[in-house]
């Protein structure tokens, strides 16, 4: 870094700390905390101020009440600042934060402030532009880290129960997203091997074993509940995150491989990932082939019902009907008057009338019918 930037850095510095100086303490504002981000986001790129980040540490693991300050002097300092040194120590800083993992931080949910699209302004985009990418991936990854720690903090205070298995597997889905994200911060420029970015890989490679530590445990303790009796749903989303786990273990050294090259410290000793035995991914497999055919046979026997039901209903007037009475037909008995009579009282009242006797009358009187007009116009 030219001298000329470093004594402008350190003036800006100097001023923003003589203006700290008189302003009084708040529920927003918080003197000694400003004082101390102010240290921790100098503009001097050649040193990380760890005993001032501590501070800020110390301050937010004390009191919720704190939580107010640092959010607005954070967000204040990186909104002004145009510096990719300031706007990278602000996001290690708030990386060091969210790693306290304090029940207050389910109110931040996303980051105060944006850095998606950041650029330095103190110097041609030539040779800023690695820089740039750097920053932009890492606040990406904070911004959704954020929120994925304040919505399971908030889950865990207020649901204390067990999570359910589809709850597990969203669960792992989104720290492997967060995995994803994480390997996509790296220096890609060539002017990149400073201080301060050796520095923030280290944070990152730290980050990452936590990540995928816990996606291993994670995927562990689910191969146990994916059983026969698991739904298909659950069975398709545990093979695409296993398939997603083996993928990203390949992924990972490779990262690693090229962490060790750049100089990152705690890259040096690559650990062994290990990957997920074929006989777990061929259990879930038969697992959801077992549901398949489970549901092929449903669907089948399905059909059959309903084909019987169309042969039954299909045409009513030639069905067979089994009863234990007889229906006797007017045409094929003759009755006497009174019974005529008597039959139509009953006709009227949507009675049944007695059973019929069948016998011969010998003076028979016959109906007559008018078969009625069936066509009309």
């Not at 994925?148 to 205070?157: A, K, M, T, Y």
């Not at 997203?177 to 990149?192: E, G, T, V, W, Y």
């Amino acid at each position: 870094m030219k001298l000329w930037k470093r004594a402008s850095g350190a003036l800006k510095d100097r001023k923003s700390l003589f203006s700290i100086s008189f302003s009084r303490k708040t529920s927003f504002r918080n003197p000694d905390l400003d004082s101390a981000i102010i240290h921790a986001t100098s503009h001097d790129d050649s040193t990380v101020d760890y005993h001032n980040a501590h501070r800020v540490y110390k301050w937010i693991r004390s009191s919720p009440a704190n939580l107010k300050p640092l959010v607005y002097a954070l967000s204040s300092r990186v909104n002004r600042t145009r510096s990719w040194i300031v706007a990278l120590k602000a996001l290690m800083l708030v990386h060091g934060v969210l790693c306290c993992k304090v029940t207050s931080l389910q109110e931040i949910r996303r980051l105060p402030f944006d850095l998606s699209d950041f650029s330095d302004g103190h110097s041609r985009p030539s040779k800023t532009w690695g820089f740039n990418a750097f920053i932009r991936a890492y606040f990406s990854f904070l911004d959704q880290y954020s929120f994925f720690l304040s919505d399971q903090i908030r889950r865990r205070h207020k649901k204390p129960q067990v999570d359910s298995v589809n709850q597990e597997l969203e669960r792992i889905q989104k720290l492997q997203s967060l995995l994803h994200m994480l390997l996509q911060i790296r220096p890609m420029a060539d002017n990149m091997k400073k201080t301060l970015i050796l520095e923030a890989m280290d944070c990152v490679v730290i980050e990452i074993f936590d990540v995928y530590g816990r996606i291993c445990s994670a995927i562990a303790n689910l191969l146990i509940k994916i059983h026969p009796a698991a739904g298909k749903a659950e069975a398709v989303m545990a093979l695409k995150i296993v398939k997603k786990a083996t993928s990203q273990g390949e992924d990972l050294a490779l990262y690693f491989e090229f962490c060790k090259e750049f100089g990152v410290s705690n890259a040096h000793e690559i650990p062994k990932f290990v990957g997920i035995p074929e006989e777990d991914i061929e259990a879930i497999e038969k697992v959801i082939s077992g549901v398949e055919e489970k549901e092929e046979t449903k669907e089948e026997e399905k059909e059959v019902e309903e084909e019987k039901g169309i042969i039954l209903v299909e045409r009513p007037e030639f069905q067979t009907i089994i009863t234990d009475k007889w229906e006797v037909f007017e045409d094929d008995y003759c009755f006497t008057c009174n019974e005529i009579i008597e039959t139509d009282q009953h006709r009227k009242y949507n009675v049944d009338p007695s059973p019929l006797p069948l016998v011969v009358i010998d003076e028979p009187v016959y109906f007559t019918h008018t078969l009625p007009d069936l066509i009309t116009f």
